[in-house]
């Protein structure tokens, strides 16, 4: 298991850096970080297609809820289209003395569409989990143990749960963030 620090600012991929900003609300750490120039646009495959999640100008929003087991990204184009969610699953998270979120990451990932429908609502479509077989290679070699498993595959359904409910509080979160930053 690693801990995930969630910090882009010296990210290979982007030759011109980008801005980062990470802001404290009470339930959590959001880290919104804009893209500079990225020499190797990031294409990741989705169902039948391929999505392109990042490029200059893009966009990563990042929440950490306070104390959780997951974390919650979203990818945004140069307009700000969501390109996708992507839901980290850890044992445990918190902050560091540099006042960025981190998660123990547990390996396994959801991943998924969201629409934006007409009255702001946002609603995800179509979800994935993703890694299963590094979830399986860690404890194959011991490096979780069985309970830790079976908790990442717990963390992974309830999460699938909440999204498929529209009730996945952290998506709330960003939405309410991204339509008004400073509040």
């Not at 010296?10 to 339930?27: A, C, D, I, M």
């Not at 919650?72 to 969501?82: A, C, S, V």
């Amino acid at each position: 298991m690693k801990r995930k620090v969630f910090d882009r600012r010296n990210w290979q991929r982007v030759v011109g850096g980008g801005e980062q900003t990470t802001l404290v609300v009470p339930s959590g750490v959001i880290v919104d970080y804009r893209a500079g120039e990225v020499h190797s646009p990031l294409l990741v495959p989705f169902e039948n297609r391929t999505l392109r999640i990042l490029d200059t100008g893009y966009r990563w929003v990042h929440y950490a809820p306070t104390a959780a087991k997951h974390a919650l990204t979203l990818q945004l184009d140069e307009t700000g289209h969501i390109r996708q969610l992507y839901i980290d699953i850890g044992e445990a998270s918190g902050v560091g003395t540099e006042g960025l979120p981190w998660i123990d990451d547990l390996y396994l990932d959801v991943v998924g569409i969201v629409e934006v429908q007409p009255g702001g609502q946002w609603h995800v479509t179509k979800t994935e989990v993703l890694d299963e077989d590094e979830l399986d290679e860690a404890l194959r070699l011991g490096h979780i143990l069985p309970k830790q498993y079976t908790a990442a595959w717990s963390g992974a359904h309830a999460v699938l749960s909440a999204l498929k409910a529209h009730t996945f509080a952290p998506l709330d979160v960003l939405r309410r963030y991204l339509q008004d930053p400073y509040t």
